[in-house]
T-cell receptor, first 116, second 111 residues
Framework: AQSVTQLDSQVPVFEEAPVELRCNYSSSVSVYLFWYVQYPNQGLQLLLKYLSGSTLVESINGFEAEFNKSQTSFHLRKPSVHISDTAEYFCAVSDPRGSGYNKLIFGAGTRLAVHP | NAGVTQTPKFRVLKTGQSMTLLCAQDMNHEYMYWYRQDPGMGLRLIHYSVGEGTTAKGEVPDGYNVSRLKKQNFLLGLESAAPSQTSVYFC??????????FGQGTRLTVV
């Protein structure tokens, strides 16, 4: 069985400071890894994903995440956050085997609060 | 460019009442999913469908039923609502196992 642990439920940070949101997973097989973002009163949007290849993946708005197989981690980082990054961030895994559907296993979420 | 649309957006039910949540997607996706989101627990899969006319149980299926009579629609039913079903419900759809698109959510309160 797969599971996802997000180590921080809340992360307060000042604007323009760096941030790291931590995610560890447990799985006996290879996984696909995802970070989703949920802005207040909205649905989830895909931020970035790791499927294979380069272990460092980037989003269009400055976030990056690095897949570390030995540590079973997929931490999300941004060197300088903005007020608009305030949201809840979810790490998720799925099993790449199977028939093509995408059953996601989510972590509990990390609420990022960016203060001026 | 609607994507995934959920109806209704908010609902208050009394214990024992029934209701159906509707999810519609216009992307011709084969796969559809219903999740519930609870504080401190992330999202958990209730039921999913791998194609028209097929459904399967997810992680927390008890108390819910689903139907996929048309490819673009996935219905989630509560036959006899309980306070434990107070939650935010999200529908999602996907073409492959590499990405999923989510609706805006339905906030359900059972009193």
């Amino acid at each position: 069985a797969q599971s996802v642990t997000q180590l921080d439920s809340q992360v307060p940070v000042f604007e323009e400071a760096p941030v790291e949101l931590r995610c560890n997973y447990s799985s006996s097989v290879s996984v696909y890894l995802f970070w989703y973002v949920q802005y207040p009163n909205q649905g989830l949007q895909l931020l970035l994903k790791y499927l294979s290849g380069s272990t460092l993946v980037e989003s269009i708005n400055g976030f990056e995440a690095e897949f570390n197989k030995s540590q079973t981690s997929f931490h999300l980082r941004k060197p300088s956050v903005h007020i608009s990054d305030t949201a809840e961030y979810f790490c998720a895994v799925s099993d790449p085997r199977g028939s093509g559907y995408n059953k996601l296993i989510f972590g509990a979420g990390t609420r990022l609060a960016v203060h001026p | 460019n609607a994507g995934v649309t959920q109806t209704p957006k908010f609902r208050v039910l009394k214990t024992g009442q029934s209701m159906t949540l509707l999810c519609a997607q216009d992307m011709n996706h084969e796969y559809m999913y219903w999740y519930r989101q609870d504080p401190g627990m992330g999202l958990r899969l209730i039921h999913y469908s791998v194609g028209e006319g097929t459904t399967a149980k997810g992680e927390v299926p008890d108390g819910y039923n689903v139907s996929r009579l048309k490819k673009q629609n996935f219905l989630l039913g509560l036959e006899s609502a309980a306070p434990s079903q107070t939650s935010v419900y999200f529908c999602a759809s996907s073409r492959t196992n590499t990405e999923a698109f989510f609706g805006q959510g339905t906030r359900l309160t059972v009193v």
